[in-house]
Nanobody, 121 residues
Framework: QVQLVESGGGLVQPGGSLRLSCAAS????????MGWYRQAPGKQRELVAA???????DYADSVKGRFTISRDNAKNTVYLQMNVLKPEDTAVYYC???????????????WGQGTQVTVSS
């Protein structure tokens, strides 16, 4: 079994910063992409940032230049550094990872439980 555990959410003022972390544990053979999604009240879940095992990254237009995704492959951990936060960044942030649990098996997507980020004065 695989688990993704997120941390680092909270309340921050506009213009502030937060760093989210997500650690994968359990039966892990390899990890392909890792990323972050978010869901605000009344809205659909949307991709925030993604990172492939080869080091490529992708960002939603709304966060480009403000958010940075990074990985520590030795720790099976992905981070999201969020700077210049805006009220519209308020949402539950979910970590996701495409993980192969054993050699010869197919990879599948796993999700964390979500962490609340609130940007408000």
């Amino acid at each position: 079994q695989v688990q993704l555990v997120e941390s680092g959410g909270g309340l921050v003022q506009p213009g502030g910063s937060l760093r989210l972390s997500c650690a994968a544990s359990g039966s892990i053979w390899s990890i392909n992409s890792m990323g972050w999604y978010r869901q605000a009240p009344g809205k659909q879940r949307e991709l925030v940032a993604a990172s492939t095992s080869g080091g490529s990254t992708d960002y939603a237009d709304s966060v480009k230049g403000r958010f940075t995704i990074s990985r520590d492959n030795a720790k099976n951990t992905v981070y999201l550094q969020m700077n210049v936060l805006k009220p519209e960044d308020t949402a539950v942030y979910y970590c996701t990872a495409d993980i192969k649990s054993a050699w010869g098996t197919r990879s599948r997507d796993y999700w964390g439980q979500g962490t609340q980020v609130t940007v408000s004065s």
